[in-house]
């Protein structure tokens, strides 16, 4: 495979936050790689900002912690780690304050690309971007990065969307959804777009119905705190499994341009039904296999949070009309898998008469582990013994197909910084839609805290509670294992 990267044009990153877990773990790492590839232009800067007192050399060391800790080391060459680290500067800014503001503002340049990434709470969201507007820097070359989790609810979403909007423009406001940075999520519009095969058959007379599945292995240990107010509906299906269904379910954009595809997965969250109750279930890990259960690991005594999810969503269109999307995601489950599987119908008669065990076709678009696509299809057993039909996998691992270059796929974190500063906001999330992510989960979650309802307690290394299974029992399908 030949290697197209082109280097960005010239930027100043500001990294609020940049002394913290994030940055540390996947964004100084992945902009060094970046740095690697070629990607990062001589004159690019990236600005540390925190509250720590440091100098430029302190926290230089600290980056080059961060790149032997979070680096693979056949990418750790010492003099690649120098070069990327005359990059770095730091200022000590006081967020809520006047201290390092205009050390900050004399630092970046007004005439290149500068990228503000607020890698800290939300409720510090307001007081930076006030500030950077005081003091100059918000001209058109400036971007924000803002993370997740945006707003608790629709209400705190609105009110840290108008904040934003006080001081920037919507098209400098680029909201993270790191699974939209995922390589297999964007191979998704892909391999529906760029293929005619496929869309022929995506819809209600074709697709039985889809899973989407993001199992996890580990628990909430350390997270404890944030965790136990949001959940797995607010940390994962709000955003990521959303994102996810919106990709799969929406209509072809015109353009790949981001208002259009933007616009398609906002068309699908609208028409997103609210879930019955029965079609629902919320599970908590307990403790097993050495390890502690939820309770212990979020630091409670008591909580009705759910460490696992797992729901019916229809999507009130036209192209879905009765295919149901199952969603599920959890922590402590058997293995760490994202993927999505669109599970067709059988052919309307058999010729072959009656065979018992048939399954039908499968396509299924591995997120992670190993990224890569498997469509189930039938053949005929091979040797006597008649006309015996099998289903065998047409498997594509991108590494296998695309060589060793393409199993070097680069983290979304990465790839979506890029994106930043070469402004394109095809992988973000638009304000409105995040607004109507929120506006379907909120009713959702103020009926189960209604009727009390306690999340079902499942063992570790499981897929989940029984009754997860169950959901899709009483309709004749089942869930698609979770094992690597
Ligand atoms: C984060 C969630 O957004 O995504 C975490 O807050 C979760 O709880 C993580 O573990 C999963 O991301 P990935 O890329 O490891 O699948």
Redesign the pocket.
Known sequence: MVSRIIPVDPFDLVVFGGTGDLAQRKILPGLYRRFWAGQMPAEARIIGAARSELDDAGYRAMVRAAIEEHVAPAKREPEQIDAFLEHIRYVAVDARGEGGWKELAALVRPDVIHAFYFSVGPSLFGDLAERIHAHGIAGPHCRIVVE??FGHDLASAKALNATLAQHFDETQIYRI???LG?ETVQNLMAVRFGNILFEPLWNAQYVDHIQIT?A?T?G?GG?GD??DK?G?MR??VQ??LMQLLCLIAMEPPHRFDPDAVRDEKLKVIRALDPVEPADLVRGQYGPGDGLAGYLEDAGQDESDTESFIAMKVHVSNWRWKNTPFYLRTG?RLRA?K?EIAVVFKDPPHSIFGEQEDRRGNVLVIR??PNEGMNLRVTIKEPGPGGMRLVEVPLDMSFADALGPEAADIPD?YERLIMDVIRGNQTLFMRGDEVEAAWAWTDPLIASWTGRGDRPKRYDPGGAGPEESAMLLHREGRRWREIKE
Do not use: F, G, I, W
Request: glycine share 0%; no cysteine; hydrophobic share 30%.
């Open positions: 997740k989790p959804d790191h699974y995922k993001v996890e580990v909430v997270r944030y965790y949001s797995a940390d994962m955003n990521h922590k760490r994202s997120l992670q979304a």
